[in-house]
């Protein structure tokens, strides 16, 4: 019987082991999957909207203890954890109050006798394979509209997140979602990828742009529904007219919080050289003022490296960009953190002097480590936000609110925002361009996306 070992990031220790799923248990919950999903599916919704409400109630009534599972397991701070929960329940709530008329017949033409009408149907079956990071926000954003759109899901937690992926199941459970219906597939990769062999309808997936290659081409030759959330190197330009202090801070947070594993951190910044030195300047004290502690410790702003292969990859961008003439401002190197040299600890990390010949600028850091390039005008800064594989966000700061639209219309992303970054709403669709991904989450599209469209056309007499 395979294991799975669940380890705390911040303090290296093993928090518990539990039974993996070989092959042949991934294939058999596909098959109970697929047999209980026509029975949910011919559920009014509102009794599927009733039991969504409750899971919701009884998040909200474990937010502490659902927060304190999820540091111990990511090793985000304390504060982000319950963050995250919070920031859950307006999500919950946008799902509640959309969904029934998102997925209600529109009757679109009436005349000549004939009627025509749009249904929406659910999928079928829906396999949701999920990263760590935000694993209530990236699960909950696949399961919840596809469970209240008819679907059955499989879903395989993150082996870094397997612990809240259970809790996330096992209150959807006890909130009267039927055991089969919905189940969670404990394991690694091999999990994942058993799973993308089944008989499914649909693969949404949120992780890497690597694995989301290697799971579009194991889906290659079969025509299943796929969605890819994958990874993102997301810009942001401060314009000679924007306020240095402000947006210094807001972007210090967007590029640091979740100690930099987001999809939507700024990984890179570009500011007009009239600014650059008063922002460099203001940018650093806001770096300087977080603080990196034991990540249950109410105090810490910045907590460990979730997966420690991470460290290497973040010492390298380092030690690229310096060999190609950076300047290392703070940080640059892997630290003890508070628990005596045990656990992924890395410094929050700010190079300048940065250009896009260095991986820093390229590649995906997902950590705390952010280069920020000075550039002389509007039409540099648009090339080099647009110089990317990746379109997931890019945000622009200015006091021009015309200006800044206008360079935001021409970036190639998902998401824009003007003054303000590292932002989702349940009420805007998530997506991604280029390597970034395919296919959208949240908002009514985001609800719509987890059921097939059926046209009537129907005559009278
Ligand atoms: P990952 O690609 O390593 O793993 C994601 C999931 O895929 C895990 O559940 C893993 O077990 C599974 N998996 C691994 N190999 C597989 C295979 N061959 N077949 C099927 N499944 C397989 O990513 P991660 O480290 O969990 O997450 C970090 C990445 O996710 C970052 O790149 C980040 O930007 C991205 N992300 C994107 C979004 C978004 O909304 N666009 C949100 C969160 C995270």
């Known amino acids: 019987m395979p294991t799975l070992d669940i380890h705390n990031p911040a303090t290296g220790a093993l928090i518990t082991r539990l039974a993996a799923l070989d092959a042949a248990a991934v294939a058999a919950k596909a098959q109970a999957a697929r047999a209980a999903q026509p029975a949910w599916a011919r ?9 969504v409400q409750r899971f919701r109630d009884a998040v909200a009534a ?15 701070p304390i504060s982000q954890a319950r963050n995250e929960l919070m920031g859950l329940l307006p999500r919950i709530d946008f799902f509640l109050e959309r969904s ?18 749009i249904g929406h149907e659910p999928l ?11 694993p209530w926000f990236v699960g909950c954003n696949v399961i919840l509209p596809a469970l209240l759109a008819g679907n059955a899901v499989l879903y395989k937690p993150s082996e870094h997140a397997t612990l809240s992926g259970h809790h996330l199941t096992r209150l959807l459970h006890q909130s009267g979602v039927p055991a089969t219906l919905l189940q969670c597939l404990v394991g690694g990769g091999e999990v994942g990828a058993a799973l993308a062999l089944q008989d499914i309808d649909a693969l949404c997936f949120t992780g890497s742009h690597a694995t989301g290659l290697r799971i579009a081409s ?45 999809c939507c951190a700024v990984e890179r910044i570009y500011v007009h050289e009239a600014i650059h030195d008063a922002f460099v300047g203001h940018f650093l004290a806001a770096v300087a003022a977080l603080r990196m502690g034991n990540p249950m410790d109410d105090a810490s702003t910045l907590g460990a490296i979730t997966r420690a292969p991470q460290i290497a990859v973040l010492q390298a961008q380092v030690a690229d960009a310096l060999a190609k003439g950076a300047t290392l401002r703070c940080g640059g190197a892997a630290v003890p953190g ?19 010949r260095m991986d820093l600028m390229r ?9 920020i390039q000075k550039v002389a005008d509007d039409a540099t800064a648009l090339a080099l936000m647009n110089d990317s594989r990746y379109g997931l966000t890019a945000s622009v700061y200015s006091a021009d609110e015309a200006a800044a639209r206008a360079l935001l219309a021409q ?15 349940p009420r805007l669709p998530w997506s991604g361009v280029g390597d970034s991904g395919m296919g959208l989450t949240l908002s009514t599209y985001g609800i719509q996306t987890f059921s097939r469209t059926k046209a009537w056309h129907l005559r009278h007499g």
């Open 124 to 134: 079928g079956v829906v396999a949701c394979i999920s990263a760590w990071n935000y």
């Open 411 to 425: 970036v190639r992303a998902g998401s824009v925002y003007w003054n303000c970054c590292d932002r989702v709403s």
């Open 100 to 117: 029934e008329s998102s997925l209600r017949d529109e009757h679109v033409f009436d005349g000549g006798g004939v009627h025509e009408q």
């Open 338 to 356: 508070p628990f005596d040299g045990q656990g992924n600890w890395f410094a929050p990390t700010v190079l300048t002097e940065v250009d896009h």
């Open 62 to 76: 474990n937010i502490d203890s659902l927060a304190a599972t999820l540091t111990a397991e990511v090793g985000k």
């Open 43 to 51: 559920q009014p919704i509102s009794e599927r909207l009733g039991l």
């Open 363 to 371: 590649e995906e850091s997902f950590g705390p480590i952010i280069g």
């Open 218 to 262: 194991a889906m290659a030759g079969r025509l299943v529904k796929l969605q890819l959330e994958l990874g993102g190197k997301d810009p942001s330009y401060v314009r000679a007219d924007a306020d240095p202090k402000t947006a210094a801070e807001s972007l210090a947070d967007g590029a640091m919080y979740n100690t930099g594993q987001s």
